[in-house]
């Protein structure tokens, strides 16, 4: 089975997609094009996974780079592809050709970013944490630090868990509230004390008040399509052991 690549006309001109799991070499509750080296997934099937989508983008395997991702603010510069010991951090920016950035997501929204001008690109993996702490801003900032003006950068936020999937209790809608009473424009009502958050909208929100020059949402939800995404929430609804990670990734 081949690949499916997610793009956006926002990004055109550059290589990029939010791969689906369609077409990798995982089975079980992985099956698909798992690339979660963190998962409990044979390494075997992951390394073959992630050989396929940097295929897919014109590159060797080891061009393919990704971060111990750990839900901060932390962005990572890429000048090479990396050796040893991946850095922590949620986001990574380049100005370097060849190289792909790359997010790994099973919920969690992926962020596609491209001054295309200023051949400058970046990546962010943006839950909840993330966003609200900063990361988006500073990818922003991190892209601007290798040339690119925040005015010309397009960002795309792929597959993501959509609001009618989210619930979330009290204490989250309270983490909000103490930030900024504003945002209680992105909860509505659920059951009981229960509240629907919109992450996507959460995000352009943060990328479009950060003076982004255009920001979209691919309109997916990882939650509600099992046959194309992979979903952390749904993994825990339906009491699976483990569940497989989403790729997502750009290039100059």
């Not at 255009?214 to 009491?239: E, I, L, M, N």
Request: hydrophobic share 40%; aromatic share 8%.
């Amino acid at each position: 089975m081949n690949l499916e690549l997610i793009t956006s006309p926002a990004l055109t001109g550059l290589t990029h997609g939010f791969f689906t799991r369609k077409g990798g070499a995982s089975s079980g509750i992985y099956s698909g094009l798992n690339c979660g080296g963190g998962s409990q997934d044979q390494a075997d099937a992951v390394a073959m996974n992630r050989a396929r989508a940097a295929s897919a983008l014109g590159l060797a395997p080891e061009a393919l780079v990704t971060i111990h991702q750990v839900h901060s603010a932390e962005v990572a510069v890429i000048d090479a592809p990396l050796e040893g010991d991946k850095p922590k951090a949620d986001a990574l920016v380049t100005n370097t050709p060849g190289v792909a950035l790359a997010i790994l997501t099973a919920d969690c929204e992926p962020v596609l970013f491209a001054d295309p001008d200023a051949g400058v690109i970046g990546a962010a993996h943006a839950g909840w944490r993330g966003a609200i702490d900063g990361v988006l801003e500073a990818t922003l900032d991190a892209m601007e630090g290798l040339g690119a003006n925040r005015a010309n950068i397009s960002a795309v936020i792929g597959p993501t868990i959509s609001q009618a999937a989210y619930e979330v209790g009290p204490e989250f809608f309270e983490r909000f509230m103490d930030e900024d009473p504003g945002y209680d424009r992105f909860f509505v009502g659920g059951d009981g004390d229960r509240v629907h958050f919109d992450l996507p909208a959460f995000g352009l929100h943060r990328l479009r008040e950060a003076g982004v020059g255009a920001a979209q949402w691919t309109r997916h939800c990882t939650y509600g399509d099992p046959d194309r995404f992979y979903s952390f929430r749904r993994s825990v609804h339906h009491k699976e052991a483990d569940y497989g990670r989403l790729i997502s990734a750009i290039r100059l």
